[in-house]
């Protein structure tokens, strides 16, 4: 049997593959099957990945979205504590308001009290006067209202001017001008008279925010003319207590600063605590670090507002007590200060019990002054009932620092007013200003630790360019001879006079006092 060949058989060719169970043929279709399930596993694994990437976008989204929400709600609750965009400046700014201003010095001078020198502008004509001026509005701040008084009524002439000036405040609707009102005395039947009456009032709660008081003094009139000073809104300001203060005239870069003080007040109605974030509408334009450089009655001069207590000072702001060690500390020859109570102690309660601290400040800046930079200090004291007993106690050793030393002058004085029935003080110095060889400083609080600690009060500090003084149209020489005319006048007494005259009226009051409980002891019995 012949051999079966292939024709292509030959030397260089390969036979054709055999057929088995594993031949070529066979195992295509098992190899498209395992590629079809490779790709099917890619295109899962790309679509997990897909999903997966998805997913984290997702999730990033929803973050995002939850920061942004988080951000609107807080941006909610800083537009609740506080007004952000503020009031309207009327397009008074830092760069374009008026720096050649007018000052006068306003007093009040009792009809009972005699001077040898004429006293400054009568307080009540400068009050007037800004309402003469007043075209848009009017804003006050003011610790007390009392212009009108019922147990007096019309009877007393002195009266009559707080009455006059309450009948103008009210008929400012009729000329179109705005009037607004601070007060911290929600039951005063004036302020509400006069919220009927068309005027803006807000109230603060100083109970709530410091436990303290309103005490600032200030208006505002059209954002151009400035009040500021020791006398409230009363009729006895006007007419029988001693009062001083200053006027400012076409100042609209302190009014606008002062302004924003006003609007600080203005958005604190119905809150019960302080936000911590302000807009700029109520920061400070100017203060000790960058005062306002400006003309004052053809003076150069650098002047800005403070204020207390510290947790009433925004951005920027300059507090009271800091406007004060200031003044005292650029002194060079002498320190003079006015002021109805001294007393550097703080004194306050804890769980029912008081503690009472030194506070230093601006006690020891003024020894300081005087022992090593050899300032000569003078302190004109109020005397009345409620002058603190330990007043003579920091003043009698403040006065013995200089004792041996030969350039060293603490002098220190009461103003002694006049009682009458009732505990009414006539005739009390209610001046709260300090005047330097080169500044002055004119707040509304008395230098105590308690008042700076809890209560609000506002200040200015104007420091003119002693090179171009010029007489009578300087402020520090009109306010030095002020201070000057008071410390030697008749009605002031020396240090351990005034310690012997409290300590008479204190047992006159408690013998005044037993009298009066005694035949009440008698009916009972």
Known sequence: MQERRFVSEGPGLKPPPETGFFSAPLARPGGSIFSA??????????????????????????????????????????????????????????ENCSKDCRIVLVENIPGELSFNSSPHVPLIVGLNHLLDQAKLSVEIVSPYW???????????????????????????????????????????????????????????????????????????????????????MSWKALSKLKELGVIMYDCSCLALDLHRIFSFYWQLQYRDYIPSIWSKRVTAVFSRDQPLHLRLNSTDAAAYVSTSPELFCPKGRSRDVDAIRHVIREAKRF?????????????????????????????????????????????????????????????????????GLPVCSIEVRFYRGKEQMGGFQHMINENKFMVTDNAIYIGNLDWVGSKFASNAGAGVVIQESENQRKGQDSIVEQLTAAFERDWFSPFTISLLSGSTALQESQHGRQKLQALKTKPERREHE
């Open 37 to 94: 399930v490779q790709q099917q596993d890619y295109s899962a694994m790309i679509w997990l990945k897909r999903r997966d990437r998805m997913e984290r976008s997702q999730q990033k989204c929803i973050a995002v979205f939850a920061l942004l929400c988080c951000f609107a709600v807080l941006l909610a609750l800083i537009f609740s504590a506080v007004d952000v965009w503020g009031e309207d400046e009327d397009g008074v700014t830092e």
């Open 146 to 232: 009392a212009l009108t008084s019922a147990d007096q009524g019309s009877r007393l002439y002195s009266a009559y001017q707080g009455q006059y000036l309450f009948q103008r405040l009210l008929s400012l609707k009729s000329r179109g001008v705005k009037l607004k009102i601070v007060s911290d005395q929600p039951n005063s039947t004036e302020v509400k008279s006069m919220s009927d009456r068309h005027a803006e009032v807000r109230y603060v709660n100083m109970t709530a925010l410091t436990r303290g008081r309103l005490l600032s003094s200030f208006w505002v009139v059209d954002r151009k003319h400035i009040y500021i000073g020791s006398a409230g």
């Open 335 to 403: 320190v003079y200060i006015s002021i109805t109570d001294y007393l550097p102690l703080v004194n306050r309660s804890f769980r029912g019990s008081a503690i009472i601290r030194y506070w230093s400040p601006i006690d020891e800046l003024l020894r300081e002054a005087a022992v090593l930079r050899k300032v000569k200090v003078r302190l004109l004291i109020s005397l009345w009932t409620r002058t603190h007993p330990l007043t003579f106690n920091f003043m009698t050793s403040m006065q013995a620092l200089c004792t």
